[in-house]
Nanobody, 123 residues
Framework: VQLQASGGGLVQPGGSLRLSCAASGDALNYYTIGWFRQAPGKEREGVSCISSSDGVTYYTGSVKGRFTISRDNTKNTVYLQMNSLKPEDTAVYYC?????????????????WGQGTQVTVSS
């Protein structure tokens, strides 16, 4: 499966963005999908993930209540709605796919990665 992340940009604090992860080459509903981010000088962090079939989700603590992950299998796309953005959310965001049924923020559990999309939160 090939993944294409999009939707990043520059937004003011308190603003919103919706990231999209579009898949080709295979049906996305076979995969657990994760969103990760990496800020300069920091390790890659698992932000949110969603199971392949039963809708189980995970959010890292710093984004709970602000970010929402969802999937539209008819469009072969997973979304990350990001609200109330903060400067500390600034990072390159990546989506990844795992054949495991386990919903996990561990990057080493993911088999396929898309290119990143830059999110910058600044006034």
């Amino acid at each position: 499966v090939q993944l294409q992340a999009s939707g990043g940009g520059l937004v003011q604090p308190g603003g919103s963005l919706r990231l999209s992860c579009a898949a080709s080459g295979d049906a996305l509903n076979y995969y657990t999908i994760g969103w990760f981010r990496q800020a300069p000088g920091k390790e890659r962090e698992g932000v949110s993930c969603i199971s392949s079939s039963d809708g189980v989700t995970y959010y890292t603590g710093s984004v709970k209540g602000r970010f929402t992950i969802s999937r539209d299998n008819t469009k072969n796309t997973v979304y990350l709605q990001m609200n109330s953005l903060k400067p500390e959310d600034t990072a390159v965001y990546y989506c990844a796919a795992s054949l495991s049924v386990i919903v996990t923020p561990r990057a080493d559990e993911y088999d396929y990665w898309g290119q990143g999309t830059q999110v910058t939160v600044s006034s």
